[in-house]
């Protein structure tokens, strides 16, 4: 019994299944390519313009200024300051940064070494604390 | 609150250093963020074309240039002198159209109207089409935000 | 209107559950022993992540995932924005600090046997963590589209191949085709940026939700001998320690970032040959190598399958690993750390050879 409910299982995954795999896969058949390109080749005509009722005459087709054609680049980009400004910027910021990273440990460790006393001390365990109403430990701005 | 031998009152002191730093640490991470995402990318202030592509006009004909990512719309007045504007509505922001036979510009998002001197005439644009100055020097033809100033 | 904060802040404490949460914060207790050390690996994977996701979004501000502009564009993030090699570095970076950290979590876990009974779902859902950081890597690796992202990509994408039947299914859905395309450059954007995003934030979740379920493991001997392993509160004591390291380790991939940030060939000719010195990303190397060192064909099969097998063996026996470990405490327990050692040692001869 057993074994025909897992067949029949499996033989409905693979029937759920099946249209999903055509479409994640791009058909790759020149013939089956070939038919796609016929398909899209004879997209309908773009619809028509909609114009407004006040107006008599088409719009001057629309000036469109020449699209310049950028050329292949062929050489590695090499990353790089874009001028002084910007290199002393961060350089300013990247010794702002270790300073700040100094002096945050320096209060942190504060910070760690008083909560660890505080803790040992079962300052915040209410059976023993003479501060038994209220349980939380330190937080920042007490 | 202090009590014996805990550093509270220090604490309070402690902690508004900890976090006065820390907010500024965060604000100069912030700030290249923010750079980034908005970059200076503007309109420019002015753009060099040449006047070749531009020399054969007849009075009154209308032609485009890309002023930036906006288009630019060139007329040649009657005297031959050039009027550049930037064929942006001043209503919303839609591209306008020169229509040759009316002589005037058209918006066809509101359906607002300029003359051909770009004021604003009918529907709902509140301003006249932006107007630059244009200047030929040599082979090149100028198109500037008013004032840009030229470079000598 | 005065508006009264406390009763505003009340109102979220009540709907958010944040007294709760907080309380439960105070109560986990973090053991303090001589590997301690290890347990802040975890939060500093969650780093990274957290800085792949910032500049990550970043870079997709600008980035365009096509054929035509992938590289253009990369290359414009490079020049033309404000510090936009430094973001792209820092992204880079980080994608290596994270697999880094992964792999000594996995690792420090491994050795310290916290996979063991009750933690078997930790392990497999961190496993599954790990392969997904590997393909956020692998699909990052091809965006920047130059020759060296294409070969790379062209490689590790034909590796199903080797497998009869499915493989070939397989490789052709990595791709969108039969060959490494746009179409593909579109797919692994797709699945860098948002499909993977969404898995890993799904796995993440219940990783850490098991963490917190089981608590933190004691060592193997502590538990063994029933001892008891002091411990600290995860708040404050613990965290603020996590906090002192976190800032170490961005200050760190900060200035690593400066100093050696990645430079952008030219973009990918899918018709010229591949370049000189083809390499995956260094998490790759040694599955490089391996694939490499197999002959052409053994017997009736290639040697190819041979090795894609092997690995795939590997990857599922180490997925279940904590059931193989059914005694850490005894020899068996003893041998797979073993197996561990040379496992490590394996990858790390394996990467340095490949770099000869
Ligand atoms: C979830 C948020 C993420 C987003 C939105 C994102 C987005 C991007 C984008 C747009 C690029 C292309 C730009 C470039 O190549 O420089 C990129 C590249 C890359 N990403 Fe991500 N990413 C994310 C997470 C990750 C993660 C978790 C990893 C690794 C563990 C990773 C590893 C990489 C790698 C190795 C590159 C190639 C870098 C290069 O050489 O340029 N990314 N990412
Ligand atoms: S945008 Fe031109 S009329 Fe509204």
């Known amino acids: ?142 | 609150m202090r009590i014996d031998n805990a550093y509270f009152t220090r604490r309070k002191f402690l902690n508004s250093i900890l976090g006065g730093w820390l907010g500024t640490l965060a604000v100069t991470f912030v700030s290249p963020i923010v750079k980034f995402v908005w970059p200076p990318y503007k309109e420019p202030d002015e753009v060099k074309l040449a006047f070749a592509d531009f020399a054969g006009m007849k009075p009154g004909e209308v032609k485009g240039f890309p002023w930036g990512a906006k288009p630019g719309l060139l007329k040649r007045a009657e005297d031959g002198s050039f009027i550049a504007f930037i064929g942006v509505c001043s209503h919303l922001d839609c591209n306008v159209s020169w229509m040759a036979d009316k002589k005037k510009f058209f918006c066809a998002c509101h359906e607002g109207w300029y003359d051909e001197n770009g004021m604003n005439i009918a529907g709902p644009p509140p301003k006249p089409l932006r107007r630059l100055e244009t200047s030929v020097e040599g082979e090149d033809f100028f198109v500037r935000k008013p004032g840009a100033g030229a470079k000598a | 209107m005065k508006i009264d904060m406390k009763k505003v802040g009340a109102w979220f404490d009540d709907r958010l559950a944040l007294t709760p949460i907080f309380k439960y914060m105070t109560k986990k207790e973090v053991p303090q022993h001589e590997h301690s050390i290890w347990y802040y690996t975890g939060s500093s994977i969650l780093l990274f992540l957290a800085i792949q996701i910032v500049t990550g979004i970043m870079l997709a501000l600008y980035y365009k995932p096509t054929l035509e502009g992938a590289n253009d564009s990369v290359g414009r993030i490079m020049t033309d924005l404000p510090l936009g090699w430094l973001v792209r570095s820092i992204h880079s970076w980080s994608a290596t600090f994270m697999i880094a950290f992964v792999l000594t979590h996995l690792l420090a876990i491994w050795f310290t046997k916290s996979y063991r009974k009750p933690r078997e779902a930790t392990w497999m859902t961190g496993m599954m963590l790990l392969v997904v950081s590997m393909v956020f890597g692998f699909t990052g690796y091809l965006l920047p589209w130059d020759d060296l992202s294409l070969s790379a990509t062209k490689v590790g994408t034909n590796i199903p191949n080797a497998i009869p039947v499915v493989g070939k299914w397989v490789t052709q859905f990595l791709r969108g085709g039969d060959d490494v395309t746009g179409d593909t450059l579109t797919r692994f954007f797709l699945f860098h940026v948002c499909i993977l995003p969404l898995v890993i934030f799904a796995i993440l979740a219940v990783h850490i939700l098991l963490v917190q379920k089981e608590g933190m493991s004691v060592p193997l001997e502590a538990e063994v001998k029933k001892k008891k392993v002091p411990a600290l509160p995860f708040w404050p004591n613990f965290i603020l320690r996590e906090v002192m390291i976190w800032l170490v380790l961005l200050g760190t991939l900060l200035t690593v970032a400066l100093v050696f940030a990645p430079t952008l060939g030219p973009s990918a000719d899918m018709m010229a040959p591949a370049p000189a010195g083809v390499k995956p990303e260094w998490y790759f190397l040694f599955l490089f190598q391996t694939l490499k060192i197999f002959p052409g064909n053994m017997g009736p099969v290639t040697g190819e399958f041979v090795a894609v097998v092997l690995i795939l063996v590997a990857i599922v026996a180490i997925f279940f690993l904590p059931f193989i470990d059914t005694k850490p405490e005894g020899k068996k327990g003893r041998i797979i750390n073993y197996l561990g050692v040379l496992g490590l040692i394996y990858a790390i001869v394996f990467s340095i050879w490949s770099l000869l």
């Open chain 1, 1 to 142: 019994m057993r074994g025909i409910r897992i067949v029949i299982l499996v033989a409905f995954a693979a029937l759920v299944l099946s249209p999903l795999t055509a479409a994640a896969q791009v058909p790759s058949s020149p013939a089956a390519k070939a038919s796609i390109e016929k398909e899209l080749s004879q997209t309908p005509a773009a619809p028509q313009e909609v114009k407004p009722e006040t107006q008599s005459a088409a719009p001057a087709p629309a000036v469109k200024p020449a699209k310049k054609v950028p050329e292949k680049r062929t050489e590695t980009i090499v990353p790089a300051f874009s001028g002084i400004k910007e290199r002393t910027a961060v350089f300013v910021f990247y010794v702002w940064l270790w300073l700040s990273i100094v002096v945050l440990i320096y209060f942190l460790r504060l910070w760690v070494k008083e909560s660890d006393r505080v803790y040992h001390a079962k300052y915040y365990e209410p059976d023993e604390s003479p501060r038994k109403a209220n349980p939380m430990p330190p937080t920042l701005g007490d």
